[in-house]
């Protein structure tokens, strides 16, 4: 983040533009590990099609981006308390239903840190917070209005993959994108997605 900050400046960008939420995904020793220092999602998917899945947001939408610590002033003018709280909710999906909101708490952790047996799961997604921005076109009689599209229905279109071979998570995007077109699904913010596979 203090490299970021010192190469914005260099070439004459606002501190801002390096606000970004920095998700990792890490293997060792038998162990995955993913870590979410802003907002987001992360997604443990098991070897049976379940799904753990983590979602990470703050309360004022206000994340807490790692190049702050490096802004002193900046971090000072974010809301205090529970404001801004950081608030973590666990879904879980078995396989073939529907995704359940287990649980939800506030954390004052800078960053998350999830970690479960690698053999015990297929794969580790983590996804950037517009995956939570999905929306439709509703119509009424008199007005179009945009009606959310929830988390379980994205995600129940999207982590399905067919192959785990080569290119699989653009392959996958691109699917997913035809998809949306046809369904008349939109994001509103910024969506990415990156996965680490591990292993049949």
Do not use: M
């Amino acid at each position: 983040a203090r490299a970021a900050l010192a190469h914005a400046e260099l070439i004459g960008l606002a501190p801002d533009a390096c606000d970004a939420t920095l998700l990792t995904v890490r293997v060792s020793e038998g162990v995955a590990i993913a870590e979410c220092y802003g907002d987001g999602a992360i997604v443990l998917g098991s070897r049976d099609g379940g799904l753990d899945v983590y979602s990470i947001s703050f309360a004022a939408s206000l994340p807490l981006y790692p190049a702050y610590a490096h802004q002193p002033a900046r971090l000072c003018s974010l809301p205090a308390g529970g404001a801004n709280a950081k608030e973590v909710k666990h879904y879980q999906r078995v396989r073939g239903g529907e995704l359940i909101l287990r649980e939800t708490r506030t954390s004052g952790a800078r960053v998350e840190t999830f970690d479960a047996p690698s053999h015990a799961f297929e794969f580790v997604a983590v996804l950037t917070d517009g995956v939570h921005s999905f929306c439709t076109a509703r119509r009424t009689e008199t007005t179009k209005e945009a009606a959310p599209v929830s988390c379980g229905e994205v995600f129940a279109e999207l982590l399905p993959f067919r192959t785990t071979r080569g290119a699989f998570v653009q392959r996958r995007l691109k699917r997913f994108a035809e998809d949306c077109s046809r369904k008349g699904w939109r994001h509103v913010d910024d969506f990415a997605l990156g996965v680490v596979h591990l292993g049949s």
